[in-house]
């Protein structure tokens, strides 16, 4: 159980486009997803908070309008990143947080890796 | 806010012998602490979590304590093997309705054959 998917896994993209990475939770019913990035050898940077249903909180310094989020469902979110510029290249992973007993645990998805040429 | 600070940030240890990561936190309010390993490319695994109302939890080879007091957790794993390899991070959870985690900087550990 609590397997989230992650699509795609890798996109590589001109500067000035947008990108839409796709987070799924396959067999539980995500309450909230989030949003991370990660440099190489660096930790994870929490972007935002998803809560299905209501707007994206985002952590400082994160531009709300360069990084779309929708949570639609309570097993789909996505993230848009808007306008790409290669700064923007990053590995990007989405957690999922289930209802129920054990609500603080996180599951990963397998990262997308963006590319901005 | 929440601060995790991880130390080591690499440890290199000999096939057969334990490893400790230590973090410390600064909300006394936190309450979760989970561990994650990830391997290169590929995603966080939860490998162990402990709540504040344990202070010690033990998973085969593996164990986590937590010093509420102090604000610290380790992560002790116990006969590593060349499988154990990877990056480990600790986190710890944000008290309020979000259930953030904030995550310490990494230990990359490399069990040597």
């Known amino acids: 159980g609590a397997v989230v998917s992650q699509h795609p896994s890798r996109v590589i993209c001109k500067s000035g486009t947008s990108v839409k990475i796709e987070c799924r939770s396959l067999d539980f019913q995500a309450t909230t997803m989030f949003w991370y990035r990660q440099f190489p050898k660096q930790s994870l940077m929490l972007m935002a908070t998803?809560?299905?249903?209501?707007?994206?909180?985002?952590e400082q310094g994160v531009e709300k309008d360069k990084f779309l989020i929708n949570h639609a469902s309570l097993t789909l979110s996505t993230l848009t990143v808007t306008s790409a510029h290669p700064e923007d290249s990053s590995f990007y992973i989405c957690?999922?947080?289930?209802?129920?007993?054990?609500?603080?645990?996180?599951?990963f998805g397998p990262g997308t890796r963006l590319t901005v040429l | 806010g929440e601060n995790v600070e991880q130390h080591p940030s690499t440890l290199s240890v000999q096939e057969g012998d334990s490893a400790v990561i230590k973090c410390t936190y600064s909300?006394?309010?936190?309450?979760?602490f989970p561990w994650y390993k990830q391997e290169l490319g590929k995603r966080p695994q939860l490998i162990i979590d402990?709540?504040?109302?344990?202070g010690e939890k033990k998973d085969q080879r593996i164990a986590v304590t937590l010093n509420k007091t102090a604000k610290h957790f380790s992560l002790h794993i116990t006969e590593t093997q060349p499988e154990d390899s990877a990056v480990y991070f600790c986190a710890a959870s944000i008290k309020d309705s979000s259930y953030k985690l904030i995550f310490g900087s990494g230990t990359r550990l490399l069990v040597r054959p």
């Open positions: 957690s999922a947080r289930g209802r129920g007993g054990g609500t603080d645990t996180q599951y």
């Open positions: 998803s809560n299905e249903g209501s707007k994206a909180t985002y």
């Open positions: 909300d006394s309010a936190s309450n979760y």
């Open positions: 402990i709540r504040s109302n344990v």
